[in-house]
T-cell receptor
Framework: DAGITQSPRHKVTETGTPVTLRCHQT?????MYWYRQDPGHGLRLIHY???????DKGEVSDGYSVSRSKTEDFLLTLESATSSQTSVYFC????????????FGPGTRLTVT | SQQGEEDPQALSIQEGENATMNCSYK?????LQWYRQNSGRGLVHLIL?????REKHSGRLRVTLDTSKKSSSLLITASRAADTASYFC?????????FGKGNQVVVIP
């Protein structure tokens, strides 16, 4: 497995609270991604990063923010969690460009009550 | 945005049989990729086929790409119980990969 870890792996939180998910890689890959996976929707891109401090929005970015202060860490923040953000969140990395093969972390299951 | 769409959505086969999945997409691509996801796990990259390639093999996997029809197929030969998983195609474009909704494959021992 590529060296990608996600924390926490499971989290239950209440509506309106902020939540931060962490992705950590040991591969020194330039690109990092956050996806959410929901039944019937497949995998949808939230945000991605193409370098330290360089990020861009994906197709479902509303309600989410990201930060990347180091090559190895990519944080996803839900500013005020809502029940619609209950999902499984996956981090992924790729080496050279966004169309390259991606390596995925184990996922974080988030439940917003 | 372009998106891979797999067909069929669910497939149940006996161990030893072949499994075939199809994927269609809408716009031009540089490459098309297939991923596997076992229950409760992250996606694992299986194979990448470039737009100028028509067929590619990797072990028991065979992928074809028809850019004129904007479609791809993934064939798993001599299936095993361990091949039970969801399979996703992904196409590149607009600086991102667009994933299909996935095919669930169940291999019955």
């Amino acid at each position: 497995d590529a060296g990608i870890t996600q924390s926490p792996r499971h989290k239950v939180t209440e509506t309106g609270t902020p939540v931060t998910l962490r992705c950590h890689q040991t591969e020194n890959h330039r690109y990092m991604y956050w996806y959410r996976q929901d039944p019937g929707h497949g995998l949808r891109l939230i945000h991605y990063s193409y370098g330290v401090k360089d990020t861009d929005k994906g197709e479902v970015s509303d309600g989410y923010s990201v930060s990347r202060s180091k090559t190895e860490d990519f944080l996803l923040t839900l500013e005020s969690a809502t029940s619609s953000q209950t999902s499984v969140y996956f981090c992924a990395i790729s080496e050279s460009w966004t169309g390259d093969e991606q390596y995925f972390g184990p996922g974080t299951r988030l439940t917003v009550t | 945005s372009q998106q891979g769409e797999e067909d069929p959505q669910a497939l149940s086969i006996q161990e030893g049989e072949n499994a075939t999945m199809n994927c269609s997409y809408k716009t031009s691509i540089n490459n098309l990729q297939w991923y596997r996801q076992n229950s409760g796990r992250g996606l694992v990259h299986l194979i990448l086929i470039r737009s100028n390639e028509r067929e590619k093999h990797s072990g028991r996997l065979r992928v074809t790409l028809d850019t004129s029809k904007k479609s791809s197929s993934l064939l798993i030969t001599a299936s095993r119980a361990a091949d039970t998983a969801s399979y996703f195609c992904a196409t590149d474009g607009n600086n991102r990969l667009a994933f299909g909704k996935g095919n669930q494959v169940v291999v019955i021992p």
